[in-house]
Every structure is written in structure tokens, then in C-alpha cells.
């Protein structure tokens, strides 16, 4: 025993004063922790300085029940819980039940509120008791911070976002993905807390040893209102159609700055709503859209001029033992006008014809233009261009005609507007861009430019032909539903196959409907971009039908809110019609007083103002050009005589 007494106490020293630093530093670190208070990511804003995404503070409001004295637990407490009371709208007494059974229970972390904003946190510190804050009155304060989408649904995906999962894995989306760990994330603080339980954690004090550091704020190239426009004319469409999902992407002529992009997708529910960024990272066969490039090459080697006269057939060509269709036979025609027609066949003759004994050239062209490679976007999650070459595994003898109408190759929706967008701009092709700048309030931290891809993508005159190409589609083409005399556009319809390798293709055929163009025709400002997958085959498919209207509502929106205005040099025009016009109206009116003049033949306008003039009630019947009148030429008339004149 004697022994043992003396190991114990021998074990008790050596803890106490040889290995005392260690444990005592073990026992505190469990006790008390430092708490990572995560910094407010930066605002992101549109490029009209509306906010798109912010970092909100939610509070969460404990008291510890222990804390306080008994003299200042009793005077304070009702005047708190009659705050409390006011607050909920539950009884004082409801509440001095519910704190002193905590106080009793020895609750040093009992909840008073949870996830309220800033300005209830504010009034929760001025309650009674509250007010004298951790030390005294046993305050308890967490903050977290919630991420805020203003515009709701409208771009959230490419607004985007940066979470981390339980293990630690970050998933970034968006903008906000690409921009936050460099910009928006901020630097985080900490606040040192005390276990107080099992599980239980307080802090021991009211502020915090290091104070987080919040972002920098992040300015887009997002029109909200040209945002809302495309977001809504693409919702409504892909609503109508069934569709399963789709994308539609507005991107300014010279700078590449990207005004608008929409990505919605449909739930079980049958409800969109913005599920993946399919026009940034969704590689597909583009269809017809990728005629325009593959003419252009075409164009521009000298393979074919826009008069040269192809041999369609009558819908229906094999080529090395593969059929083509066109939806319709066209015959012999122009090679301008198989891009109107949008002809499978024609495009397939020309690129083959051109390009069979030496493919390499064809797929040079591609290359030159940066189609192979991604566009290298910040935005995480970008597609990947397929473009097959010779030696390849999916080339074979039927690759270049079947990529002369889009297939057997994949861009993304924005590779395909990037292309347009150069046509546009008179062959200088810009990298799309989301950014405009960063700032810390007004300081501006970095400002981003414009970025070019390719300086010209070929000659002034190929690029003339290929611009009224393409405003012919729309004037005479496939895209001849779309024409409006009020305003010109320019551009491409689409229609792919998808899924068609599926057993069950025939029974339910899917297809991807699109339209890729800009406007105005003449001197465009925006190009645009509208891609829609499997709309419902019973209520139409191609592109012109599905995508088109929606391309056209945007440039109808876009037009009425910033109008085109045409800069007239002077006024003062002869005009020899209308001068004759003015005179025979001017003797009518001075001549007739009280006898019925002849106004058939009369503008509308012009008749009224006469008749009125002569005190006569006018009635019209119709719109345009007085084609009767019911008081005959040189009747004597009266004051306050009525006429009805039918017009057309």
C-alpha cells in the first residue's frame, strides 16, 4: 500500500508540474474554440447598377438564463418579456414562465429568436436585460449570412453561387461561382465561444476578436431589363410547347458584353426554372445554324459564289450510301438561296463537292475561327467543342456532308452566338463577356475590357453576301413568319434531330429547335441566340415555329424601348405629289362653304379636317382611303349635317 500511495502521488506531480502546461492547454482548447465567422460575399450588380445577389445577416438571439444576478434577473424581467410580448403577440406572463423555468433549469443558452434581420437584431439589443448586453444581462448573438437573389428566379443560375457540402467540397455555379474566390468570397472572422454544454456552444463576449472582411462587389453586364425580357418571352414559349428545357442569350454587337441569359429547365411538377446553364456548358449538334458557317467557308475559298446553281433533287440524295432529306424538293437553285430554304441537301452538295478530296481545309476553317476550343469562360462548367478532323474515330466519308447541316460535330449555344455575333460585327469576333468591373464602394478594384478572338474572320465581300443572306431568311426564307416591316432582323433557323441514336426515336421523335441572328439588319446592335429542346412535336418543332417568335419578341421589346431613331438633314423637301396634293386640298377648302365637296380618293385625316371645318358630324366607317361618301358633290348642306364616309 505504502508503494502505491507513493506512485500516486508521484503520477499526481508529474501531471501537476511536468506535463501541467500540456494538459492544461489540452482542457482549454476544449472548453473554448475559435468560431470561423464566415465574411459577407461581395453584391453583384446588373450593368444598370440593379442588385442582383447579396449577402443577407440572418441573427439568431439566445440568452443565458444563468448569467445575470438575482436582483437585476427580477427587475428585468417583466419589462422584457412585456417587449417579448409586444414582439410575438403572446402574453407577458407567457414568457416570465418560459425564463424563469430556463433559469431554474440552469438553460444557459435558451433561444429568444432565430434567423431575424438586421433591424430586429437591433431591437432585441435594446429589450430590458438584453440591453446590458453578455456580461450582465446574458446576451447571446450568432450570425450567419444568407445569399439573396432580388430578381427571384430571373438569371439565378448565371448570377450563380458557392457552396460547400458537408464534406468540405465546393460546388460553384455562375458569377458568382467564377468571381467568388478571388473577389466576392472577402476575408472571414472569428469570435471565440465557450462550451457550455453538451454540444453547447456561447460566446464569451458580445463582439468578435476578429472581424470578418466583406467582399468586393462585382458588376455584371446584365440588363435586368433586357433580362426580363428574354427570361419571360422564353418561359412563356417553353411553356406553350411542353418543351423540356432551353436557353436564350442576348450579347451586345461590338463590345460582347452578354445582356441577357436565360436558362430554364423543366421539374416533375412541369415547372421551369433556372436548373443548369445550358447555354454555357451544353454541347449539342447545332442543325442548320451551323450552315451559315460552313457556307461562309465555303464563300471564302472560292468553293461556290452565291449565284451558283446547285442540283437539290427533289428532297431525297444518298451520299456514299446515306440518304439525305429536305423537307420539301427544290431543284435546281442558287447557292444563296439553299441557305433561305435552309436546304440539308444543297449544303451537303456543296461542302462535299468542295472539300471531299481534301477535308483538312474545310476543318482549318473551323479551327482559324476557334471553333474547336472553348470560348474560356471564368464560368465554371463551360462545354467542350467537338469538331472531328480525318484520322479521327467518328470521321468517315459521310462526315463532311453531315457536318455541312449541323451534325456529327457539337458547339455550345454561346460558341454558335459568338460566330453570329462576328457576321455582325463585320467579321471581328469579341469574347463574350459577363464582367464589367469590380469595386470596394467607389474605388474601383479592376475593370474588364474587351477581348477579341479573331480580328476578321474573313474577307469584306463574303461577309456582305453572308449579312444579306441572312437578312433574306427572315424576308423570304424559313424565317419569313418573323418579318416585320417596322423593324430588320437577321439570322438562321434551326431544327436538329436529338436523341435519334434511342431505340425508341421513331415512336418519339425529339427534336432541338433554334434561331441565331442579330438586329437590326443594318446596323446591328444585338445578336441573340434561342435555343429549345424537345418542345412537343404535336405543337410544332421547327426552329422558325418554336424559337424564332421568341427571338422576335425580344428585338420587338428591345425596339420599343430604345427606339432607332433616323437623323433627318433638313425639312425643307420638294416634294412635287405633295405640293399638288396640298393645293387641291387648299382650293376644296376655300371654295366650298355650304355645298358638298368631292373627298373620295381623300385620305382619312384629310377628309375629316375638311368636313369638320364646315361644321359637318363625320362618321367613318373603315380605315385608309375615302372610297364613298353618302352626301353626293354639290348638294347644298347644313350645319350640323352628318356624313358617313366608307373607307379602305
Given amino acids: 500500500m505504502f508503494v502505491f500511495c507513493l506512485a500516486v502521488v508521484f503520477k499526481l506531480v508529474s501531471i501537476q508540474f511536468i506535463q501541467g502546461d500540456k494538459y492544461r492547454a489540452l482542457a482549454e482548447q476544449r472548453i473554448v474554440k475559435n468560431v ?5 460575399r461581395g453584391n453583384v450588380y446588373s450593368v444598370n447598377g440593379n442588385l442582383l445577389a447579396t449577402s443577407i445577416p440572418k441573427y439568431d438571439i439566445r440568452i443565458d438564463a444563468l448569467t445575470s444576478s438575482d436582483r437585476t434577473f427580477e427587475k428585468h424581467l417583466k419589462p422584457l418579456c412585456d417587449s417579448l410580448s409586444v414582439y410575438y403577440g403572446k402574453s407577458s406572463t407567457y414568457f416570465q414562465n418560459k425564463l424563469r423555468k430556463a433559469r431554474v433549469n440552469k438553460n444557459r443558452y435558451y433561444l429568444l429568436a432565430r434567423n431575424i434581420g438586421y433591424s430586429d437584431y437591433i431591437r432585441f439589443r435594446n429589450f430590458p436585460l438584453l440591453n446590458l448586453g453578455a456580461f450582465k444581462g446574458g446576451l447571446i448573438v450568432e450570425q450567419t449570412t444568407k445569399r439573396e437573389h432580388p430578381m427571384g428566379a430571373i438569371a439565378q443560375r448565371s448570377i450563380g453561387y458557392e457552396r460547400f ?9 455562375g458569377i458568382d461561382g467564377a468571381y467568388g474566390v478571388k473577389y466576392l468570397r472577402g476575408k472571414d472572422g472569428r469570435r471565440a465561444k465557450q462550451q457550455i454544454g453538451k454540444g453547447q456552444w456561447k460566446p464569451i463576449a458580445d463582439y468578435n476578436q476578429v472581424d470578418p472582411q466583406d467582399g468586393f462587389d462585382v458588376y455584371t453586364t446584365i440588363d435586368v431589363n433586357i433580362q426580363d ?5 422564353l418561359l412563356e414559349q417553353l411553356e406553350e410547347y411542353e418543351a423540356d428545357h432551353g436557353c436564350v442569350v442576348v450579347m451586345e454587337t461590338k463590345t460582347g458584353e452578354i445582356r441577357a441569359i436565360s436558362n430554364l429547365g423543366r ?4 415547372h421551369y426554372y433556372e436548373r443548369l446553364n445550358y447555354a454555357v456548358g451544353e454541347s449539342i449538334e447545332p442543325g442548320s445554324t451551323f450552315k451559315v458557317i460552313a457556307l461562309l467557308a465555303a464563300l471564302e475559298d472560292k468553293v461556290v459564289d452565291t449565284s451558283t446553281v446547285i442540283d437539290t433533287k ?3 440524295k444518298q451520299f456514299y450510301g446515306r440518304p439525305i432529306y429536305d423537307t420539301h424538293g427544290h431543284g435546281k437553285i442558287s447557292a444563296a438561296r439553299i441557305l433561305e430554304v435552309s436546304s440539308n ?3 451537303a452538295t456543296i461542302i462535299d463537292d468542295g472539300y471531299s478530296k481534301n477535308p483538312k481545309r474545310f476543318v482549318d476553317h473551323l479551327k482559324e475561327w476557334n471553333l474547336d476550343k472553348p470560348l474560356g469562360l471564368p464560368i465554371i462548367g463551360e462545354g467542350k467543342p467537338v469538331i472531328p478532323q480525318p484520322g479521327d474515330k467518328i470521321w468517315s466519308k459521310n462526315a463532311l456532308p453531315s457536318m455541312a447541316y449541323g451534325y456529327n460535330l457539337r458547339l ?13 460585327d463585320n467579321g471581328v469576333m469579341v469574347k463574350p463577356r459577363f464582367i464589367r468591373e469590380v469595386k470596394s464602394l467607389d474605388k474601383v478594384i479592376e475593370t474588364f475590357k474587351d477581348s477579341k478572338i479573331n480580328n476578321k474572320i474573313c474577307s469584306d465581300e463574303t461577309l456582305k453576301e453572308m449579312q444579306a443572306m441572312l437578312k433574306n431568311v427572315v424576308e423570304r426564307g424559313t424565317g419569313k413568319s418573323l418579318y416585320s416591316p417596322y423593324f430588320s432582323m437577321a439570322g438562321k433557323t434551326g431544327t436538329a434531330q436529338t436523341e435519334y441514336w434511342m431505340d425508341d426515336w421513331k415512336e418519339n421523335k425529339r427534336y432541338i429547335s433554334s434561331f441565331a441572328g442579330y438586329f437590326p439588319a443594318e446596323n446591328p446592335k444585338y445578336s441573340c441566340i434561342v435555343v429549345i429542346h424537345k418542345p412537343s412535336t404535336k405543337k410544332g418543332y421547327y426552329g422558325a415555329d418554336v424559337s424564332g417568335p421568341v427571338f422576335k419578341k425580344i428585338a420587338q421589346k428591345i425596339f420599343t424601348d430604345t427606339p432607332i431613331v433616323d437623323e433627318v438633314e433638313s425639312l425643307d423637301i420638294d416634294s412635287e405629289s405633295t405640293e399638288k396634293e396640298y393645293k387641291n386640298f387648299y382650293n376644296i377648302a376655300k371654295t366650298y362653304k355650304t355645298i358638298m365637296p368631292n373627298v373620295v380618293g381623300l385620305p382619312t385625316m384629310d377628309a375629316l379636317a375638311l368636313l ?7 362618321k367613318i366607317e373603315g380605315v385608309g382611303i375615302v372610297k364613298r361618301q353618302s352626301i353626293k358633290q354639290g348638294e347644298k348642306i347644313k350645319k350640323n349635317q352628318t356624313i358617313v364616309l366608307e373607307v379602305s
Fill in 36 to 40: 470561423v465567422i464566415p465574411a459577407n
Fill in 165 to 173: 457540402d458537408d464534406d468540405g467540397n465546393v460546388t460553384r455555379a
Fill in 229 to 233: 425580357i428574354a427570361h419571360h418571352a
Fill in 267 to 270: 421539374n416533375k411538377d412541369g
Fill in 314 to 316: 427533289l428532297g431525297y
Fill in 345 to 347: 441537301i444543297g449544303m
Fill in 412 to 424: 455550345t449555344p454561346l460558341q454558335i452566338l459568338t460566330f453570329y455575333n462576328a457576321i455582325a
Fill in 612 to 618: 369638320e371645318n364646315m361644321d359637318l358630324k363625320v
